[in-house]
C-alpha cells in the first residue's frame, strides 16, 4: 500500500492519489510525468521458500496492476530471516526466497536491484516496486459509473486453504473441519491456492485498457468486502458497490463454515496475493471474462462477474445470500511455476 508524502500537494493537474489505495502517485517536477510507488510485506504463509519469494514479489507488483500499470521500472526485496533458524536451514531457505522473488519480478518484465536483509524473531518477506508513467499508462480508482459491474480475477479462500493445510497436522483442529473436507482436498486447494497467489496480475492490469475499466483494486489483507468498501468510498460519483457472487477454491466456504471462522462469506476473509477486483462497463464485462482466459496469456487466468455499481452513497456489501461459485482446483500442483519443473505442468481440469 502506497502514500502521498505529508505535506507533498501536487501543484501541476497531473493525477495524485495520497495514503489508502494501493499505490502512491506523485506528480513529479519534470516533463508530465508521475512516480508511481509501493510496498508491501508479510509472514510466510507457504512451505516452500522459492513458492513463497514468488508470492511475495506477486503481491507487491499487484498494488501496481490494479491502477492498470503493466510496467515495473525497479524492485528492491525486503527480507528477514529468523535467528531461531539453525545456520543450515538460513543458507538453504534464503537463496529459494530470493531466487523465487527474482524469478516473479523478471516474468513482470523487471528487475530487483537491492533491498534490505536482517535477521529477526520471525521470517518477513516483501518489496518495493517503482515506476515513472506517462498519466495515460494509469487508471486512476475513481471512475466508476452507475450500471457498471465488477468482475473479481481470482477466486477467493487462500487464507482458508493455507489454515487448513496447517491443521492436517493437528488432530483437534482437523476433527472440526474432517466431516466437509476431505485430506486429498484440503491438498489440492492449498496447491492451488499457491499457484494463484503466485500468478501475477499482470494481464489483468493490460485487458483494463482494452476494456474501459473505470476503477479496481486488488483484493488482499481486509478481504474483498474490506476492499470493496475501500474502492467505493474513492469514487468521484454518488455509486454502491454489491456484490452477489463469490468465486471461493472449492470446498473453502464449507471449511469456513464448519470452523467458525475467516468470515469467507461474509467478504472478511484476509486473502494473500488475491485478483483485481475491476468496475468495468456493463458491455464489457463478459468479454474481459472470456478474453483472461485465451490461451495466448498462457494458463491459470480467470475472471467472474461479481457484482454491479449502483446509485449510492460510497459504500460496499455483499447480498445476504450471495452465490457462491465452487472454483475447482486445476489439477496441477504448483509445480508448474517451481524452478527446473516445467514439464511437471497438467491441463487446467
Not at 9 to 31: F, N, Q, T
Not at 156 to 180: C, F, I, Y
Request: glycine share 8%; aromatic share 6%; hydrophobic share 40%.
Amino acid at each position: 500500500e502506497g502514500g502521498l508524502a505529508a505535506g507533498a500537494e501536487p501543484s501541476a493537474p497531473s493525477p495524485a492519489l495520497g495514503i489508502g489505495m494501493d499505490s502512491c502517485v506523485v506528480p513529479l517536477r519534470h516533463g508530465g510525468l508521475s512516480l508511481v510507488q509501493t510496498t508491501d510485506f508479510f509472514y510466510p504463509l507457504v512451505e516452500d521458500p522459492y513458492m513463497m519469494g514468488r508470492i511475495a514479489c506477486a503481491n507487491v507488483l499487484s498494488d501496481l496492476y490494479a491502477m492498470g500499470i503493466t510496467e515495473c521500472d525497479n524492485m528492491l526485496m525486503l527480507l528477514s530471516v529468523s535467528q531461531s533458524m539453525t545456520d543450515e536451514e538460513r543458507e538453504k531457505v534464503t537463496p529459494l526466497l530470493i531466487r523465487g522473488f527474482r524469478d516473479a519480478a523478471e516474468e513482470g518484465g523487471t528487475a530487483v536491484t537491492g533491498g534490505q536483509t536482517v535477521v529477526n524473531p520471525w521470517v518477513i518477506v516483501g518489496g518495493v516496486a517503482t515506476v515513472v508513467c506517462q498519466p495515460s499508462e494509469l487508471i486512476m480508482p475513481d471512475s466508476a459509473v452507475v450500471g457498471d459491474v465488477l468482475v473479481l480475477t481470482k477466486p477467493l479462500g487462500t487464507q482458508v486453504a493455507v489454515n487448513a493445510h496447517q491443521w492436517l497436522d493437528s488432530p483437534e483442529r482437523w476433527s472440526k473441519v474432517s466431516m466437509v473436507v476431505s485430506r486429498e482436498e484440503v491438498e489440492l486447494a492449498y496447491q492451488e491456492a499457491m499457484f494463484s497467489m503466485a500468478t501475477l496480475n499482470r494481464t489483468a492490469a493490460a485487458l483494463m485498457h482494452t476494456f474501459n475499466a473505470h476503477a479496481a483494486t486488488d483484493v488482499t489483507g481486509f478481504g474483498i468486502l474490506g476492499h470493496s468498501q475501500n474502492l467505493a468510498k474513492q469514487q468521484r460519483n454518488e455509486v454502491s458497490f454489491v456484490i452477489h457472487n463469490l468465486p471461493i477454491i472449492a470446498k473453502m466456504a464449507a471449511i469456513s463454515k464448519a470452523s467458525g471462522r475467516f468470515g469467507l462469506l461474509q467478504g472478511t476473509s484476509a486473502e494473500t496475493s488475491g485478483g483485481l477486483l475491476i468496475c468495468l462497463p456493463r458491455e464489457q464485462a463478459a468479454r474481459f471474462c472470456s478474453e483472461i482466459k485465451s490461451s495466448k496469456y498462457g494458463e491459470g487466468h480467470q475472471a467472474w462477474i461479481v457484482g454491479i455499481v449502483e446509485k449510492g452513497n460510497r459504500t460496499a456489501r455483499i447480498i445476504d445470500k450471495p452465490r457462491v461459485i465452487e472454483v475447482l482446483p486445476r489439477g496441477a500442483t504448483a509445480t508448474a511455476l517451481a524452478p527446473d519443473n516445467s514439464s511437471a505442468a497438467s491441463e487446467p481440469s
